[in-house]
């Protein structure tokens, strides 16, 4: 079994930053992809951005510039940057991993809510 866990979400007022982690846990034997998704009220859950086993990054356009991801590979954790921070950020964010075990799949979080208050 395999476990993401979350956490830095919070209220921020519009331009300031916060700081996403998700750690991943468990019977892994090595992850592929991890990124972020988000998903507001009355919205899809959208893709916010990813990153490769090798570092490879991708962003939506909306963060780009502004939100950056990482990730650390011997702590099976992945991070997001987010600066410059604006009302439609607000979101609940969820993490996600391509993780290999006995089969591979996709794991998620919880999820952690980030409002920006304008």
């Known amino acids: 079994q395999v476990q993401l866990v979350e956490s830095g979400g919070g209220l921020v007022q519009a331009g300031g930053s916060l700081r996403l982690s998700c750690a991943a846990s468990?019977?892994?034997?090595?992850?592929?992809?991890m990124g972020w998704h988000r998903q507001a009220p009355g919205n899809q859950r959208d893709l916010v951005a990813s990153?490769?086993?090798?570092?490879?990054?991708n962003y939506a356009d909306s963060v780009r510039g502004r939100f950056t991801i990482s990730r650390d590979n011997a702590k099976n954790t992945v991070y997001l940057q987010m600066n410059s921070l604006k009302a439609e950020d607000t979101a609940v964010y969820y993490c996600y991993a391509d993780v290999i075990t006995t089969y591979r799949g996709r794991w998620w979080g919880q999820g952690t809510q980030v409002t920006v208050s304008s």
């Open positions: 468990g019977s892994i034997f090595s992850i592929n992809t």
């Open positions: 990153i490769s086993s090798g570092g490879s990054t």
